[in-house]
């Protein structure tokens, strides 16, 4: 159980893993924090974005769209590595999820099936959308993938937590597929040896 981090912690974490950050606007204060708590945070998701181009979305991530109002999440990890920071606090990315999916990332042992949306993720997860069309087609450049690692290790180390907290969307809320084309087994192998 975590508290989480002040915007000004969870920027410098992500630019001491070495990652080049991006502030939009006031992405410090723009939250969906007056709908419910944040917090306790248990851990990291990972999306991909079903757009194309940056400043779009970068765009539709900090303001959301018709019946989904934004932030979508904390940062958006472009396909030239570049984290654009777009909110800060409760975040409409993880929606609801498997409370036994919750319990083993508190846990940091092997996952369940995602069977049931019964718990809220907004609360518990920080958020990265990645730049990605989610075809299965649209390619993940190798500067991204690696700043994707960078930014779930960035949060692990602060919060000491190890790569069973990163988890996909897909792993999390039944009929996610995201992010499509990256195996999350594998990028946490490349943050359990990113944080050792």
């Known amino acids: 159980m975590a508290t989480p981090m002040s915007a000004s912690s969870f920027i410098r974490a992500l630019k001491d893993e070495g ?3 991006v502030e939009v606007g006031d992405w410090r204060t723009h939250n969906r924090n ?3 708590p944040w917090g306790p945070v248990h851990g990291v998701m990972i999306h991909h974005t079903v757009t194309k181009g940056t400043a779009n979305t970068v765009r539709i991530c900090r303001d959301g769209y018709s019946g989904l109002p934004g932030p979508l999440c904390h940062g958006v990890i472009a396909k030239d590595g570049k984290v654009h920071l777009v909110g800060y606090g409760r975040a409409n990315h993880a929606g609801s999820g498997d409370d036994d999916v919750l319990r083993a990332v508190i846990a940091e ?3 369940p099936a995602d069977n049931e949306a019964n718990t ?3 609360r518990h997860f920080y958020g990265f959308e990645c730049e990605n069309l989610g075809d299965g087609k649209d390619p993940w450049p190798a500067v991204q993938v690696e700043a994707m690692e960078a930014a779930a290790a960035a949060v692990c180390r602060v ?3 190890n790569a069973p907290s990163v988890i996909g969307h897909l792993e999390w809320q039944p009929g996610k597929i995201d992010p499509r084309g990256v ?3 594998g990028l946490r192998r490349r943050i359990d ?3 050792s």
């Open 193 to 195: 040896e990113r944080l």
């Open 120 to 122: 809220d993720g907004n």
């Open 183 to 185: 195996s999350m087994a």
């Open 34 to 36: 007056h709908v419910g």
């Open 159 to 161: 919060h000491k937590w």
């Open 19 to 21: 990652l080049t950050v």
């Open 109 to 111: 042992r092997a996952l």
